[in-house]
């Protein structure tokens, strides 16, 4: 070999290993070269542009174990300045004001109290303290703070023993990285469900699930509580069980706290009705879209991937609208052109929030109408309706609610999957209409 070789290959060596160490250091110093991007084309960022790289965890600075969001920060900088950003999302729309027939529907429950939307993750255990809404139990907690899930990953069902003030006490941060990624917080893009009871209902289903949108449905569900345990869980056990039917059906189905059969929220005082109150169930409503069917996730739609001026590609931590951001709309030409999406979604929201309204008015139209048939039985009024007359008609309201309720409560006006939305409605309607017609009352 000769010495110009021998030169070349030991110059060589040298780069390659001052290149590791730089990439070391970068890694070990929380450089921001963690999601490092090669692209050498232009056009819309994608995930095959993200190198996930692996990083040793911090220590955890939490009581708990938890590694949290501060944790993490001097590791993943830019993500965790996305995160941040979610407390810009910080406007309430007061449902109650808004759909003042709500009070009415809600009667007997802590929603006609205090209803109004719900703000950024940075907000989740904050606002859930200071809600009007009784909350005697740590159950209240679930989705708000990732150091409740870790307590029910320590302890099991006796988590939700605690009283909602006792577990308060041992929350704190809202929304973190603990929630979708465990204690790892995504190295190599790794996405865990720390909700043990996701998996608990869903067991090897979950499978079928995208972890980037389970991850989401941790939370943006429909879920109850369990009458033994008090313990959150979701009333299916796959996608195909996930329908307004199915999960009707399913409640009709157990055991409710009066050894019954037939699960409830709470029995409303001027009814008599055992009703349900529908939580948010997106990911239900989601994946039964033609978005979902096309193999999308959650976070294609509400985690842009954004490069930064040194090269860094990452997801976005902060949780918006699609409509407000112009990466994302960018890639919605993929499959519809040069519509304005702006223009269409509010157009289509704009159609299902005028339906909820004039569906939601006849509902409270048909709740006085059999509150006013049950205080005249209790009064023996001549005529007045037996008490299985009564249950029939109760029957029909506890539906109609329901449906009605399952696309009030998603937070898409529509925009996730407007089919089913439509659906929901109009069967909503159909029930109204039939438990008028048993009333004697023209709809």
Known sequence: MDKKTIIWKVVCSLLIIAAAVLLLSGVLNGNTMYHLGNRSELGPLTRSDIQYLTVEAPAASSKDGTVNAADWESVFPYIAKSMKANAENDKVVDYLTQDPYLVNLYEGYGFARDYGSARGHEFCLTDVGKTERPHPMANCLTCKTPNFAKLVNDDGVQAYKYTFDEAMERMEESVSCYTCHGNDAGNKGQITITHSYVNKALGANAESISPSTLSCGQCHIEYYFTVADAETMMPYDSMEAMTPEAILAYYDSIQNKDGELGFYDWIQPSTGAHMLKAQHPEMETYLSGKHAAMGMSCADCHMPIVQEEDG????????????????????????????????????????????????????????????????????????????????????LYREAQWFFDFDYVENAEGAHNSELATRCLDTAERKIADGMALLGIEN
């Open 312 to 395: 860094t590609v990452y997801h976005s931590h902060f949780i918006d609208s699609p409509l407000k951001d112009d990466t994302l709309l960018s890639t919605c030409v993929q499959c519809h052109g040069d519509t304005d999406m702006v223009e269409m979604v509010h157009k289509l929201q704009d159609r299902i929030t005028a339906r909820e309204t004039e569906i939601g008015n006849k509902l409270s139209a048909f709740k006085d109408g059999l509150a006013d048939a049950v205080k005249a039985a209790e009064e023996g009024a001549p005529g007045a309706k037996t008490e299985d007359e009564l249950n029939a008609i109760r029957k």
